[in-house]
């Protein structure tokens, strides 16, 4: 039981009703006892035809009565029992709209619906209504498979799944937004009405599929840090993505792909004969003409120790740290000497963002 409401009133009506229906069984009985003793006078032609038909008459007058107290007693305890609110469905509580002392009417008596005292509902499964944009709207079916996150619990996920989408549109600041009502399954009522949730929809899936990491995915202004690390000319580097973002379809002889321990991916040409480098992570690297493996090996050496790398292969000694001197010759042939300090030649380029994909 939920809640009482003061049973007098009802009571009384209840205890009138059964007198009622007490006075209309006994009208029943004298009606029906008149009835028998007329229609043995009437077969002695003791009496006429119509007082006859007039115990007739009074009999089921007091049979209709009889009938209709009943109908009310059964009314009266049909509202007895409304005194006491129990609950119709197993669930949770939401609203107490209604206190002790509140005045409550009959939705039955009143045009406006009647008193609510509660609200209430079965939290083992919510809905969630989502708006999802027109031009999005079409994708979305019945059916599909949905998962939402609420901010109570950022790093847990619920899975449910599309229960309908609402025909009539909605308009906000001129945007067109479709209702979606969602089904989500609640174990232990962790998620409560009212939340604000993030929906997201699984329009497609696929299985078997060749997926490339993130970490994979460069921009062209990767290509001269790449280069850099790996020792390679960068305008040879830059003329082979050129020629490999013409629209050729068809892979060129000689062509091969590398990939170093960074995740980075380049195309080297490949001739009979060429060099090839291993990385530490024992990846095989076909070079391009004109790079030696020792000219790799250096630039990961520099690259691991943390030195300054030139942007290509280059033959001469690496100068000392510290201020030397430096030698201007005059047009008339005569030379001076300064000292300057040694300035780093290699800085790396700014890396782009990543393209980041998402499988749904």
Known sequence: ??????????????????????????????????????????????????????????????????????????????????????????????????????????????????????????????QVSALVD????????????????VDAFPNRTFDGSVLKIEPQAQVTQNVTMFPVEVNIPNPGHVLKPGMNTEVEIHIGQRQGVLAVPNAALRTPRDVASAAGVLGLDLQTVQQQLASAGAGDPTPRAGADTALTDGGKLHAAERKPGGATFTTPGGRVITLPPG??????????????????????????????????????????????????????????????????????
């Open 1 to 126: 039981m939920l809640a009482k409401v003061d049973p007098r009133i009802p009571q009384n009506n209840l205890t009138q009703a059964q007198a009622n229906l007490a006075v209309a069984k006994a009208q029943l009985d004298n009606a029906t006892a008149q009835l028998k003793r007329s229609q043995a006078l009437y077969q002695t032609q003791s009496i006429t035809q119509a007082g006859y038909d007039s115990a007739q008459l009074a009999a089921a007058t007091a049979q209709a009565a009889v009938v209709t107290a009943q109908a009310n007693l059964q009314t009266m305890k049909d509202a007895m029992e409304d005194t006491h609110l129990g609950a119709p469905i197993t669930g949770t509580v939401l609203e107490l709209d209604a206190v002790l002392g509140t005045v409550i009417s009959s939705p039955t008596n009143d045009v406006g619906g009647g008193t609510v005292i509660l609200k209430m509902a079965n939290l083992d499964t919510v």
């Open 134 to 149: 027109e031009t999005d709207v079409g994708t979305v079916q019945s059916g599909m498979p949905v998962t939402i996150t």
């Open 291 to 360: 790079v030696t493996p020792e000219q790799v090996k250096t630039a990961f050496a520099k690259r691991m120790t943390g030195q300054g790398l030139r942007s290509g292969p280059s033959s001469r000694p690496p100068r000392e740290a510290g201020p030397r001197p430096q030698v201007a010759r005059a047009a008339d042939g005569t030379s001076c000497s300064r000292c300057a300090r040694e300035r780093s030649q290699w800085s790396p380029s700014a890396p782009g963002s990543p393209i980041r994909t998402t499988s749904k």
